[in-house]
């Protein structure tokens, strides 16, 4: 259970591993795909892009019902989505996941804080500030995200991401007082700027729900697009359904957004984002707030602010900070009193998310998880011990075959160096906590 069959070789000595037996050696040859490492960050800075652009883009539903606009651009979401999900051979886990209450509720409630901040509430925002304004105040959600992972991923804020948080809130108060802080409460788009803080939040929010659940991203845009359109058919209806028509440029925004952004870009974005650490997602999208300022200059001739560029700058110095962070994001054991508290600890499960591995498919499928700990070399033989007594299934290092891709991007996530030696649990929590506080007994590491 613990290891498939076959011949594979490990970096610390030249000896073979067979079934259900752990030996270090060396991994020979080239993965024939890209590595999940470089594909993951190329998805996140070809997304930043689109994301920047959205708020410039939705400028244009100015003038027109927005309850209308929104519904016709997710009536183009919705088959374009299924039709999507139908190309990736995954329309039986879109019908299963309908037929599940539980998930189909976990999606839907994912769909609304994915969407609805980054669409309708700019484009409502855009009707009072200008766009450059409501992404200065918009964009500091990867920062407020620092703020939810403590309680929903079990995840240990660092000095540094702390710091980072109050620079966020610094650029908050500025946001909200309009560049001056005497005159707070004489800001007259007080409310809307709160507004947007509110819809930054939800869109964290809506990070931590990706990390912490894993689901099919395409059956995920589909149920997503679709709860927006029933949403925005009410919405509509109770509004008197007002029908104003939309010149050439408001429909080429509405098909672009509803078809492109909707379900390419955001398929994309969502499959980028799961795997990466917070931290990393803070510091690429540090930049879409000055290429927004630039669209809407070029686009839309808005003035850019010195008080909107104070926001972003803010932004940036605090997620640039976490660039000196190495043990924030540690995994927070559910037993305070284990000695695994003195472990550095990752999980690592999104990385998983679309293994071919069946065992640790299945225990995430089934709500486990996968953590991840790094160890010296000198731990080998002792660690190949422990394993080959087979007390526990679901463990795996950076030696086994069939999850050597995966492994280098773990490996870079735990800053682990080429003779270190990666183990990685997979299964309930309790159980992988229960392996690690084994493991280090076992392995004498002390206060580690």
């Known amino acids: 259970m613990l290891i498939n069959s076959g011949r594979i070789t490990t970096k610390c000595n030249n000896i073979v591993k067979h079934r259900n037996v752990f030996i270090p050696g060396q991994i020979n040859g080239k993965s024939d795909i890209m590595e999940l490492k470089t594909k993951a960050y190329a998805l996140l800075v070809l997304t930043l892009f689109s ?66 901040p980054i669409e309708f509430g700019i484009a409502f925002a855009e009707k009072y500030v200008s766009a450059s304004l409501a992404t200065a105040v918009f964009r500091l959600s990867p920062l407020l995200m620092l703020l939810l992972l403590p309680t929903l991923l079990k995840e240990r804020l660092s000095r540094y991401q702390i710091a980072a948080l109050s620079f966020a809130f610094v650029g908050l108060f500025i946001g909200i007082s309009a560049g001056n802080p005497l005159a707070i409460f004489q800001n007259s788009n007080v409310g809307i700027v709160i507004f947007l803080i509110a819809m930054a939040f939800m869109y964290a929010l809506s990070v931590i729900m990706i990390k912490k659940y894993i689901v099919d991203i395409g059956v995920l845009v589909a149920v997503a697009s679709a709860t927006m359109l029933v949403i925005f058919l009410a919405l509509f209806v109770l509004g008197g359904m007002r029908i104003q028509a939309l ?164 490996k870079s996530v735990l800053g682990a160096r080429n003779d270190d030696i990666v183990v990685m649990k997979s299964g309930m929590l309790r159980d992988c906590e229960r392996f690690f506080a084994d493991l280090h007994s076992k392995l004498g590491l002390g206060g580690r």
């Open 51 to 116: 994301g920047a652009l959205i708020p410039v883009l939705l400028v244009f539903s100015k003038g027109v019902n927005l309850y209308e606009f929104f519904l016709m651009l997710y009536g183009v979401s919705v088959p374009v989505s299924i039709a999507f999900v139908w190309y990736r051979g995954r329309l039986g886990e879109l019908v299963a996941s309908v037929k599940n209450p539980k998930r189909l509720a976990l999606l839907c409630f994912t769909g609304i804080v994915t969407y609805l």
């Open 247 to 410: 010149n050439t440029a408001q429909i080429a925004v509405l098909m672009y957004i509803g078809i492109v952004f909707n379900v390419f870009s955001f398929f994309l974005y969502l499959t980028a984002l799961r795997p990466i650490k917070a931290t990393i997602v803070s510091n690429v999208y540090a930049f879409s707030p000055f290429i927004t300022f630039v669209l809407a200059y070029i686009m839309l001739g808005e003035n850019i602010q010195p008080y909107y560029i104070a926001i972003a700058l803010l932004a940036g110095v605090g997620i640039a900070l976490q660039g000196f962070d190495k043990y924030g994001g540690r995994y927070i054991a559910i037993n305070k009193d284990s000695s695994i508290n003195h472990m550095t600890i990752f999980d690592v499960t999104g990385i998983f998310a679309d293994t071919g591995e069946v065992a640790i498919n299945s225990a995430i499928r089934g709500g486990g998880r996968v953590l991840a700990v790094k160890l010296g070399a000198e731990h080998a033989k002792n660690l190949g011990s422990i394993i080959n007594a087979n007390e526990y299934g679901g463990v795996y290092t950076d030696a086994h075959e069939s999850v050597r891709n995966e492994s280098k991007f773990v």
